[in-house]
T-cell receptor
Framework: GENVEQHPSTLSVQEGDSAVIKCTYSDSASNYFPWYKQELGKRPQLIIDIRSNVGEKKDQRIAVTLNKTAKHFSLHITETQPEDSAVYFCAAILSGAGSYQLTFGKGTKLSVIP | DTEVTQTPKHLVMGMTNKKSLKCEQHMGHRAMYWYKQKAKKPPELMFVYSYEKLSINESVPSRFSPECPNSSLLNLHLHALQPEDSALYLC??????????????FGAGTRLSVL
């Protein structure tokens, strides 16, 4: 089955700095990679995703990059703000008929220091 | 509308109680999921229903019993739980099909405490 490793487990940055979270996956057939943000006591919320036919995707201050050859993908947050403080989970899945199981990384607790 | 609604938000139950968690979505999604999440851990898949049929049971103890009465509703029946079952229980839903994006939308969860 799929295995997703996520690093670092905790990350502290000063407000305005950038934050990078990295994930690697084991199953080369995986083709969809979402990132979820979970604030304390709240639901995981999809913040950005990328498919295996794309190398990079950007949405305002958030970007995700994917290297299929190396089987790793990364989340980049620029100009961090205190409201970015949360736990971030990467995940991988073989998207398509009959596939349901998201494999999550263990999470990164991001703290943005004002 | 990307709303998945879960009730109740909080639940405290004794080990001999029977209770149910409810989940509802009106996005036309034909896959629905139950996850268990412990503090500081990722969501852990318990059950998956596709087209109202149970398709995945991740070796969950029988004191957890899922039910999918129709394409919009998902229940989780609880009986004789243990204190270690205390956790946040999340419901999610997604589209299905070869070209589906399989994006999973999560509900706000039910925080369960077993005394």
């Amino acid at each position: 089955g799929e295995n997703v490793e996520q690093h670092p487990s905790t990350l502290s940055v000063q407000e305005g700095d950038s934050a990078v979270i990295k994930c690697t996956y084991s199953d080369s057939a995986s083709n969809y990679f979402p990132w979820y943000k979970q604030e304390l006591g709240k639901r995981p919320q999809l913040i950005i995703d990328i498919r295996s036919n794309v190398g990079e995707k950007k949405d305002q201050r958030i970007a995700v990059t994917l290297n299929k050859t190396a089987k790793h993908f990364s989340l980049h947050i620029t100009e961090t703000q205190p409201e970015d403080s949360a736990v971030y989970f990467c995940a991988a899945i073989l998207s398509g008929a009959g596939s349901y199981q998201l494999t999550f990384g263990k999470g990164t607790k991001l703290s943005v220091i004002p | 509308d990307t709303e998945v609604t879960q009730t109740p938000k909080h639940l405290v139950m004794g080990m001999t109680n029977k209770k149910s968690l409810k989940c509802e979505q009106h996005m036309g999604h034909r896959a629905m999921y139950w996850y268990k999440q412990k503090a500081k851990k990722p969501p852990e898949l318990m059950f998956v229903y596709s087209y109202e049929k149970l398709s995945i049971n991740e070796s969950v103890p029988s004191r957890f019993s899922p039910e999918c009465p129709n394409s919009s509703l998902l229940n989780l029946h609880l009986h004789a739980l243990q204190p270690e079952d205390s956790a946040l229980y999340l419901c999610a839903s997604s589209q299905l099909g070869f070209l589906a994006k399989n994006i999973q939308y999560f509900g706000a969860g039910t925080r369960l405490s077993v005394l």
